[in-house]
């Protein structure tokens, strides 16, 4: 389930309702905030199913007037590194004029009968600052079903640091509303930014 917000006391209360381990989120979340003033927010909640174990995972994203921020939370069972079931937690700081594209994709159903406004049944946050790209290649051809030389590669590199994917179905209306919500404010915050994408 997503929570959006503008407020540190929100912020910290939308992680306790999570009820995913809310004092180490709330912690390293808190400590990568530090004293500024929070934007907006959304916490995300994800159950996935990994053979015969369940495994939750929750994403942070905290938007500050200089910085975006996002924290990863997530558990792991008893293994050969430790002997009792483990979670682990980062965060990651980015100044917002790192922003280098903030792109939502919004999935409607009959779209013929689209009325503005109407909430998309499934969105897709993805949000890229140059620390992970990904290269997609494949052999380049030319026009000729004949021809048989080596014209290289072909490809497109994409910016892929995080995409969070949030569907009415899985996590409610209300999940769907607030994304919306924070990538707006995200869009907005890296459009007011000088040198953005610098």
Known sequence: ???T??????LRAAIER????????????EAAVGGEPVVSYLVHQETTFDSNEVRRHVTVLV????????????EQAADGTSPSPYATTSTESV????????VLSRVVANPESYTPGTLPREVVLTIGW???NRLDLEPAACGDPNC?????????????????RVSEAGDGPDSVRQTLAFAQSLSEATVDTPDAGR
């Open 1 to 3: 389930m997503a929570k």
């Open 5 to 10: 917000g503008t407020t540190t006391q929100g």
């Open 18 to 29: 999570s009820g995913y381990y809310p004092a180490l989120v709330a912690e390293a979340v």
């Open 63 to 74: 938007l500050t007037g200089t910085r975006f921020i996002v924290s990863h939370t997530d």
């Open 95 to 102: 100044k917002l004029q790192r922003i280098s594209s903030v």
């Open 130 to 132: 140059g620390a992970v």
């Open 148 to 164: 048989e030389a080596d014209h290289g590669y072909t490809g497109s590199s994409t910016a892929d640091d995080l995409s969070l």
